[in-house]
């Protein structure tokens, strides 16, 4: 029997849960867009939401996109406000200088579930050793890249979380490309028990990007298509905008995981990013995925 379309869950051990969040936080501006509030504003609303969503599982990885250091500083405090679970701690880097500079793609964990035992950040361009801006794209982007011991069990866990470009057709389809290689590389001479990528591929369905994740020789899938519509929950679409520019509603966000995997997909869901006093969060909404891993 295929794991993933076990919908048994009550017996399921605990103890090798994992819980993926992904969420493009939209970066700190200076000049916001018609319904955007400013990020002191957005902020208290963001990390509220980050920390419901990771209190009850403490096997949860967050994955934030367009995240500036000043961003990636109210992040972690809030978390480590927080009581329950235990610290947590990230991987990543600026994307200009591979230091502070431009926005990260971090991934947050908690040491006392996930043991590190090494990380990198690759830059989605022709030379992924460095800063740089590949193909067509009219950014920076990045991919951070962490191996995780889940420390209950001794499994290894892969994990990336990154940002496709807006407006580079081809650098989405590239980087694509790439993250499939380095997948492929990272895991030929090491036994994962999963290997899971988030982010804001900026790539609908239909796009190139997207359909080189998803193709038939691709080692992963779309969780959020692959798990049966009775454990999903909220909306579909992940790009909202602010209401107002730039607004062509999307599922641009998604996380991804291995084909091969021994992981039971539990629960997906996309969540609001819009309550009753009318502030949006942020243009993206955060999707969440539950898996299990099994022997």
């Known amino acids: 029997m295929d794991p993933r379309d076990n919908t048994t869950v009550e017996a399921i051990d605990s103890s090798a849960s994992i819980r993926v969040i992904t969420h493009n936080i939209r970066y700190a501006t200076e000049s916001p867009f018609k319904g955007e509030e400013r990020w ?3 902020c208290p609303r963001l990390c509220s939401e980050l920390v419901f969503n990771s209190t009850s599982i403490p096997e949860t990885f967050i994955c934030p996109q367009e995240v500036l250091h000043s961003q990636l500083v109210d992040v972690s405090n809030s978390l480590n406000e927080s009581v329950s679970g235990g610290e947590w701690r990230f991987i990543g880097v600026g994307r200009d200088d591979g230091e502070k500079a431009g926005e990260y793609s971090p991934i947050f964990y ?4 996930f043991h ?4 990198r950040t690759v830059w989605l361009s022709e030379t992924p050793e460095k800063p740089s801006k590949g193909w067509d794209a009219a950014s920076i982007r990045i991919v951070t890249v962490g191996l995780f011991q889940h420390c209950a069990t001794g499994k290894d866990v892969l994990v990336m979380n990154t940002h496709f470009d807006n407006q580079g057709v081809r650098s989405r389809e590239e980087s694509a490309k790439l993250i499939l290689n380095l997948i492929d590389s990272e895991t030929k001479s090491k036994d994962f028990s999963a290997v899971l990528v988030a982010g804001d591929f900026n790539s609908p369905v239909d796009d190139a990007a997207y359909q080189v994740m998803t193709a ?3 080692s992963m899938e779309d969780i959020g298509v692959k798990i049966p519509k009775g ?3 909220g909306n579909e679409i992940t790009f909202t905008s602010f209401g ?3 607004n062509t509603p999307a599922r641009i966000d998604f996380i991804f995981a291995r084909k091969r995997d021994c992981l039971r997909y539990v629960t997906y869901a996309v969540l609001a990013n ?3 006093d009318e502030v949006y969060l942020l243009d993206h909404r955060a999707c969440v995925a539950d898996l299990q891993l099994v022997n």
């Open 40 to 42: 002191p504003v957005r």
């Open 110 to 113: 908690r040491p006392s579930i």
């Open 116 to 119: 590190l035992k090494k990380w």
């Open 216 to 218: 038939p020789e691709s």
């Open 231 to 233: 454990r999903q929950y």
């Open 244 to 246: 107002h520019v730039d």
């Open 274 to 276: 819009r309550f009753d």
